[in-house]
T-cell receptor, first 115, second 110 residues
Framework: SAVISQKPSRDICQRGTSLTIQCQVD?????MFWYRQQPGQSLTLIAT?????????ESGFVIDKFPISRPNLTFSTLTVSNMSPEDSSIYLC????????????FGSGTRLTVV | GQQVMQIPQYQHVQEGEDFTTYCNSS?????IQWYKQRPGGHPVFLIQ?????EVKKQKRLTFQFGEAKKNSSLHITATQTTDVGTYFC??????????FGRGTSLIVHP
């Protein structure tokens, strides 16, 4: 299965600022997924990032707030813009397995606290 | 849209007791996946079930997919402290991308 390097692992940010999270995959993948996980909650899909096209956002998430870049098949970034305390959460990137049994591999996560 | 309900939200057990978590989907699923997330960690893929009525085992873990492909369960026999974590199901229905359940947090008391 793929190995994902995600950074930063955690950050404490001031409200109104932006944070960019990076994910590097050790193999080429068509789609990368960005999730948010609030404390004690499930994983909520933010968007799907394809190389060479604009990301597809889920209901409740907009590009101005969560701009995504996907410059190549092994790398993606998610920016959390104009942060507020409500953005405090864990952000995870993910890719689907390239072979059976096709489970998703997750990055180690970015624990964001906005103060 | 598709919803995946998972119960219970929390489960406390004594070490050696069994544990079961259940997932129910509002729609028929093409497959269901299970993940484990250790405290402070990220979700790790455990298994995928595809066939109606399928049962798979991984050591002390038994996974089942319902006949109607709308429900699934994970059963752990004789829990150990290493089983601590949150177990998520993720069902794939009409959408290519799976929908995650809320998760069941397993707390094992030694």
């Amino acid at each position: 299965s793929a190995v994902i390097s995600q950074k930063p692992s955690r950050d404490i940010c001031q409200r109104g600022t932006s944070l960019t999270i990076q994910c590097q995959v050790d193999s080429q993948v068509t789609m990368m997924f960005w999730y948010r996980q609030q404390p004690g909650q499930s994983l909520t899909l933010i968007a799907t990032a394809n190389q060479g096209s604009e990301a597809t956002y889920e209901s409740g998430f907009v590009i101005d707030k969560f701009p995504i870049s996907r410059p190549n098949l092994t790398f993606s970034t998610l920016t959390v813009s104009n942060m507020s305390p409500e953005d405090s959460s864990i952000y995870l990137c993910s890719v689907e397995g390239q072979g059976a049994p096709y489970g998703y591999t997750f990055g180690s996560g970015t624990r964001l606290t906005v103060v | 849209g598709q919803q995946v309900m998972q119960i219970p939200q929390y489960q406390h057990v004594q070490e050696g007791e069994d544990f079961t978590t259940y997932c129910n989907s509002s729609t028929t699923l093409s497959n269901i996946q299970w993940y484990k997330q250790r405290p402070g960690g990220h979700p790790v893929f455990l298994i995928q079930l595809v066939k109606s009525g399928e049962v798979k085992k991984q050591k002390r873990l038994t996974f089942q997919f319902g006949e109607a492909k709308k429900n699934s369960s994970l059963h752990i026999t004789a829990t150990q402290t290493t089983d601590v974590g949150t177990y998520f199901c993720a069902g794939r229905g009409g959408s290519y991308i799976p929908t995650f359940g809320r998760g069941t947090s397993l707390i094992v008391h030694p």
